[in-house]
């Protein structure tokens, strides 16, 4: 790690590379390659599978397979470009941090404020989430009293130290994982015959065929898709508190991608040969309907357990990942110092709060304001993910061009070229203005792009700022 930063601080503009880096020092790097790989699929991993991805498999049918292989493929080039920069620099506001280095302060900035965004819009819908399921035991219980208890449960784990938020995570997710795995072998028993009466590939041919809204369908379906598989970037934010980063970020981004891959792809593969394409729907869980069809009893309550475990694992994640980023916005100076503070045990307690009231204040929006609004800001959290994930590609780019004169090249994941970096970015790009075509994401757009103006009109009035606050002495520049 000290030999790539020495190498980046010869290249033109390393030495601010390396202050840069400098700046985000001092977390505890105490997770394993076990936690890191297990962290990411639990962030990547949320309600929204157990409860089915109806509306790709509304728009593609059983050719929802090709959605998935093909968010797939993005989501690989996406590992590789992230792997390559968080080896060389592993540090907690990870692509927000690169984007500033290789691209530009503008590009630091939008990153990170549009991730915590989107985090914390999301942490307070799987809150939400997580008071509903609870209500199915305790009907009587007043929903507030449990989105507290979590929350509050949660905020503890996280303040106490990354150790206890990666162990507590690791079970957490550990539950989701089981259950896909169930889920795959027994969804397989059925449609082979294996102790149960065959399915076959009835459901897989019959109901229009294979893709009966043809290629068209498998295209808007991909949007979901890569909504779906958001989240495992989380490798890369981790990498700041990770044990030997160089050995273990390339392995946990081998096996959360390997992982989702084959709980994604496999998981609605198993759904569509099941259940018939066009019966597919958010009423029912398509993992409930397989376990009741096998006769595991209680079936309702036993989903019930795991997609509450899956709301508040999400919820987890979402809290680590608006505190690094926070975390790192303050230690880059474009939000207040106190928030790039750390505990004894090496945490940014205060971000970590600062981000709590801000899922906190999504589910008051939520409560007091129109529908339309909190859609709204949903519009730009799912913008939000899209437009980070373009940004990697990008910085990418610029990274593969800037380190190809450092004496010594950090290490390559992605193949020879700009080739998998530009295909992803221009699929991203395919997959954004689809969106526009899709059901209840038009607003992604109509939303998104609002507050991309608007967090660039942020950046300009907080640089002319702090340009001031330099000319008058107050802070030194870098």
Known sequence: MAEIEKAGAAAPGGADHVEI???????????????????????AIGTGLFLGSAISVKLAGPGVIFS?????????????????????????????VYAEMYVHPWAGFAMRYSYWLAQVIATGSEAVAASIYCQHWFPNVPSWMWIAGFSAALVYVNARSVASFGEFEYWFAMIKVLTIAV???????????????RIGIANYTGHGGFLPNGLEGVGLGVAMAIFSFLGVEIVAVTSGEAKDPTTALPRALRWTLGRMGLFYVGGLAIVVGIVPWNEVGLGESPFVRVFEIVGI????GVMNFVVLT??????????????????SLSRGGYAPSVLGRLSPRGTPVSALLVSSVGMIAALVVD???PAKAYIYMLGSAFLGGIFVWQMIFVTHLAFRRRTEKWAKPPLRLAPQGP???????????????STWWVP?????????????????????????VRSQKISDGVVKDG
Not at 21 to 43: V, W, Y
Not at 183 to 197: K, N, R, S, V
Not at 297 to 300: C, E, K
Not at 452 to 458: D, P, R, Y
């Open 367 to 369: 409560y007091l304001s």
């Open 440 to 464: 209840g994401l038009r607003i992604t757009l109509r939303a998104g792009v609002p507050w991309l103006v608007f967090i660039s009109l942020c950046y300009l009035v907080w640089r002319r």
């Open 183 to 197: 889920f795959l072998i027994l969804g397989a028993a059925l449609i082979l015959g294996i102790g149960f009466p």
């Open 68 to 96: 998935y292989l093909a968010a797939a493929a993005i989501a690989l080039c996406l590992m590789w470009a992230l792997g390559e920069m968080t080896v060389a620099h592993p540090v907690a506001g990870s692509f927000g």
């Open 297 to 300: 009893p209680a079936a309702a």
């Open 419 to 433: 080739w998998s970096s530009a295909f992803g970015l221009a699929a991203l790009t395919a997959v954004l203005i």
């Open 21 to 43: 880096i400098d700046r985000e020092a001092g977390l505890h790097r105490n997770l394993t390659p076990r936690q890191l790989s297990m962290i990411a699929m639990g962030g």
């Open 310 to 327: 899956a709301a508040l694992s999400s919820v987890n994640c979402n809290l680590y990942l608006m505190s690094r980023m926070l975390f």
